[in-house]
Each structure stands twice: as structure tokens, then as C-alpha cells.
């Protein structure tokens, strides 16, 4: 039976779909009172509605994960609200993808500005907080690429490689004062990261994995409570992708084979600028 979270508060950031809907749904189900947070407003109540029908509780709020005092705002306002902080999901994220040769300084920043700095901001703001009370879970979404470098989506694996190591980095330091920390490094979930997702110079049916198995979202949303109830240190899933993992570790040129092909099937359809 999953761990009861009754009288816990949460922040939940892209809550307004895809892991962050389905971690905002579950977190209240659970019996948590959840924030669920977004860039896209209406996203965020909608959720947040979905799950007062339902007889929990949550409150939606507008923020943008690149502004630093937006979430700041957002994790001093709910923590002032309900007199303590839980659980901090730093889990808005965006893709920009395509040839390295393609991709502009800009789209870069534009892809570190919410992937890393939004989960600095939002672990930054929420630490003091948590360490002052003595307890608390940051749990940040990294990916896959945050283990497995993912060719032709080298500002998306950069950030989530920042993510991975930072997280492991702090998760050693809050040992000591009662945060804990995890790290989130799912496979292909299906949630609307792709539909959102710009291909530069590439097709846009190239956006979408094919011939992979998606996880669902309120799976996903399991797989990671369950993981943070655990303590543990990075939450890997589904279980192809942890075999990847140590496939990718133990016999690297396997894996880099596999790789090199899949860049240059996507290098004969790419779009000359």
C-alpha cells in the first residue's frame, strides 16, 4: 500500500501536465496538499481542480522555473501558507533538439534557463527552508540523458547531466540535516515534452521516439513516490532503461555503435538551413 502523506505539503513545478500532472494528482491521493505550479496557467488549474473533484487538495499557481524570483516566490509562499515544506518537485522541463551545428547559444540558454536553473532556483530556494525544520525531500527530474549522453539533443543531455551531478553532490551534503535528496531519470514517458519540443533543422516527426514502449504518466508518478519514499539516491525507470544503464557502463561500444547509426539515419533527413 503506498506511504499515507497526510498533513504533508508538496510543490510540484510542470504540474500542469504530462509527470507533473500525474505527481500532482498522486501526491493528493496520497494525502497531500499539493501546489501545483506552471508556466501555462489554465494547465495548473486545471489540475488543481481535477484534484479538488476528486477530494483533495491543491492550489494552482503561475510561475516561470527560469525567473529566479518567481520561484523563489512560489516555495516562500507556500512553505509561510502552511507553516512547513515537505516536498520540492523541480520538475518543469523543455527540449530543443537537433544537429550541435544547428542549435543557437540562445537555444541553449533558453534549454539550461529551465532544465538546470530552474532546478537551482527551486532547490536553492526550498534548502533553507527544510534544513531549518529538519526535514524535507528535494527530488529533482533529470532523465535518462542524464546518464546516457542522447545524441543530436546536446543541450537537453548537458542540463540533465548538471542535474544529475548536482543532485548526487547536494544529496550528500543534506545527509547530515535531514534533507534528503533524489534525482528522477526516467526512459520515454508519454507526456507532451515532444508535442512542445522544437527539431531544429529536422523533421517533426522525428520529435516522437519511435519503435520504444512509453511509460504511462501515472506510473511514472508511482515509480518516483514510491523511489522518494525509499530514499533513493537516483530513481531509474522503467527497467529497460536501468539495463541500458549498466549496459552503457560495462560495454560502452555496444551502446555508442547503436548510437552512431541512429545519428546518421537522422542526418539523411535533416533540413539544409
Not at 28 to 40: E, K, N
Not at 65 to 82: I, K, N, Q, Y
Not at 186 to 192: A, H, I, L, M, S
Request: glycine share 10%; hydrophobic share 45%; charged share 25%.
Amino acid at each position: 500500500m503506498a506511504d499515507s502523506l497526510d498533513g504533508k505539503v508538496a510543490i510540484v513545478t510542470g504540474g500542469g501536465s504530462g509527470i507533473g500532472e500525474a505527481l500532482s494528482v498522486e501526491l493528493a491521493r496520497r494525502g497531500a496538499r499539493v501546489t501545483v505550479a506552471d508556466i501555462r496557467k489554465d494547465d495548473a488549474e486545471r489540475v488543481a481542480a481535477l484534484i479538488a473533484a476528486s477530494g483533495g487538495k491543491a492550489h494552482a499557481q503561475t510561475v516561470d522555473v527560469a525567473v529566479e524570483e518567481d520561484v523563489r516566490g512560489l516555495v516562500e509562499e507556500t512553505a509561510a501558507a502552511h507553516g512547513r515544506l515537505d516536498y520540492v518537485f523541480n520538475n518543469a522541463g523543455i527540449a530543443i533538439g537537433g544537429d550541435a551545428r544547428d542549435l543557437t547559444l540562445d537555444q541553449w540558454r533558453q534549454v539550461l534557463d529551465v532544465n538546470l536553473y530552474g532546478v537551482l532556483y527551486g532547490t536553492f530556494a526550498a534548502y533553507p527552508i527544510m534544513v531549518k525544520q529538519g526535514y524535507g525531500s528535494i527530488v529533482n527530474t533529470a532523465s535518462a540523458a542524464g546518464l546516457i549522453p542522447l545524441p543530436m539533443d546536446g543541450a537537453y543531455t548537458t542540463a540533465k547531466h548538471a542535474v544529475v551531478g548536482f543532485s548526487r553532490a547536494l544529496r550528500l551534503e543534506a545527509a547530515g540535516l535531514g534533507v534528503h535528496v533524489s534525482v528522477i531519470c526516467p526512459g520515454w514517458v508519454r507526456t507532451r515534452i515532444f508535442e512542445h519540443s522544437v527539431a531544429v533543422n529536422l523533421p517533426d516527426e522525428l520529435k516522437t521516439p519511435r519503435r520504444v514502449t512509453m511509460v504511462e504518466p501515472d506510473r511514472a508518478a508511482r515509480e518516483i513516490l514510491d523511489g522518494v519514499a525509499r530514499n533513493r539516491e537516483v530513481i531509474i525507470f522503467p527497467a529497460m532503461i536501468r539495463r541500458l544503464w549498466r549496459l552503457h557502463f560495462f560495454v560502452p561500444g555496444l551502446v555508442y555503435r547503436r548510437m552512431l547509426h541512429g545519428i546518421s539515419e537522422a542526418r539523411k533527413q535533416r533540413i539544409e538551413p
